[in-house]
């Protein structure tokens, strides 16, 4: 996806890091082992899942085009294979920006099927401002599924399930059965305020239901790989959702009042929160009028 110039220091702020766009060379792409052949890896940008083995290497985001190289490299130590498949969390530039340099490296690229309508149409994610341009044919997920579908590689069956109208319209979970590994994506954002894209379809409640549901379904010891932030527990999960949910209520309960923005940001719902959630992509009181601005829709 190119990026027009005013979106240079939104992107940069999305990655929760410094980093411009025309920086990336400072980026290290990390490796986090997880399972016998799951990974974790980070750089800037949505945080990637790997699984690698006998079938092929399946990939789970793609940061920024900038990036790719650095990503295979890192995938290449751990497998001689290229990627054969990479889904999409969801549509946002920091998890579908190398797309096109994979997608023309012959990866099949998978998403949930809002994923590629966002994709393939100029975009607007109106809290930040920010316009984003049509993407070309060869970084379109090329497989799409409604609700979910299931890759039976590198030996475990990995589910991919919608997470309806969460942080967008088009939010996949991927599960990892057999290493006990999730992917949350987007819908998880740990140890910073997360950015719920009101303008792509998503909202408090949907992200709050596919908290729940992992929540159910997680052990103790399932890795958990949010959208940003470093790897969670089941735990820091449960942190996250009380969290979101004490702070959404205070906000939606003086929505209800019919109280303005200004005076909601002033009573400082988040408060009690903000030493350990507040120093990320989104400030306290940025995070307030997100969620204002959520719930008041
Ligand atoms: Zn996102």
């Known amino acids: 996806m190119r990026i027009h110039l005013p979106v240079i220091v939104a992107a940069a702020l999305f990655a929760a890091a410094s980093y411009a766009q025309d920086d990336m060379s400072k980026v290290e ?16 940008g949505g945080n990637l899942g790997v699984s690698v083995g006998e079938d092929g290497v399946f990939l789970i985001d793609s940061q920024f085009a900038a990036l790719t190289p650095k990503i295979q490299a890192a995938i290449s130590a751990l497998s001689p294979k290229p990627v054969r498949f990479m889904l999409n969390t969801h549509w946002h530039f920091d998890h579908t920006g190398g797309n096109e340099n994979l997608g023309k490296a012959g990866a099949v690229i998978i998403a949930q099927e809002n994923v590629r309508k966002r994709l393939s149409t100029d975009g607007f994610i109106a809290f930040l401002g920010m316009k984003t341009q049509a993407s070309p044919a060869i970084a379109l997920p090329i497989v799409t599924f409604t609700r979910d579908a299931t890759f039976h590689l590198n030996g475990e069956d990995i589910r991919a399930t919608y997470a309806p109208a969460a942080h967008t319209d088009g939010d996949t979970v991927v ?101 350990k959630w507040g120093k990320g992509f989104l400030a306290p009181d940025k995070f307030v009028e997100m969620l204002y601005g959520n719930l008041k829709k």
Do not use: C
Not at 29 to 44: F, H, Q, R, S
Not at 223 to 228: E, M, Q, T
């Open 175 to 275: 599960h990892f059965p057999k290493s006990n590994v999730t992917h949350m994506g987007d819908t998880f954002f740990n140890g910073l305020y997360p950015f719920i894209d009101t303008s792509s379809g998503g909202s408090v409640a949907g992200v709050l239901a596919a908290v729940d549901r992992e929540l159910k379904t997680a052990g103790d010891n399932t890795k958990i790989i949010p959208g940003h932030g470093p790897l969670a527990t089941k735990a820091d999960l449960k942190a996250y959702r009380d969290m979101l949910a004490a702070v959404s209520s205070r906000v939606a309960a003086q929505v209800k009042q019919g109280k303005k923005l200004e005076e909601v940001v002033k009573s400082k719902p988040s408060a009690q929160y903000d030493a």
């Open 29 to 44: 792409i990390k490796t986090e082992k997880l399972a016998d052949n799951v990974y974790m890896m980070t750089g800037a």
